[in-house]
Nanobody, 115 residues
């Protein structure tokens, strides 16, 4: 099992930046992928960004050019740098980690962007 602990959410005004962090309790077995998903009120959970152990990244179109995902394998941590935040980015952001035989979720961190 892997425990994921997120941090970095908050209430901000539109246009500012936030960085989310997610620390895994142990090193993931390769190949693996870490990422961020979000769920806004009344909507389904959607993928925001992922990064695999080889460094390949994937983003949902709505965040391209504004969000950057990165990882520090030595710290078993994945980050989401969110710039130029918009009210439509308001959601609970969940960290996800996948390895062979395992799919793990964090508890979620709230991001609220006011206009």
């Amino acid at each position: 099992q892997v425990q994921l602990v997120e941090s970095g959410g908050g209430l901000v005004q539109a246009g500012v930046s936030l960085r989310l962090s997610c620390a895994a309790s142990r090193r993931l077995i390769s190949p693996n992928t870490m990422g961020w998903y979000r769920q806004a009120p009344g909507k389904q959970r959607e993928l925001v960004a992922t990064i695999n152990n080889g460094g390949s990244r994937n983003y949902v179109d709505s965040v391209k050019g504004r969000f950057t995902i990165s990882r520090d394998s030595a710290k078993n941590t994945v980050y989401l740098q969110m710039n130029n935040l918009k009210p439509e980015d308001t959601a609970i952001y969940y960290c996800n980690a996948r390895e062979y035989g395992g799919n793990y979720w964090g508890q979620g961190t709230q991001v609220t962007v006011s206009s």
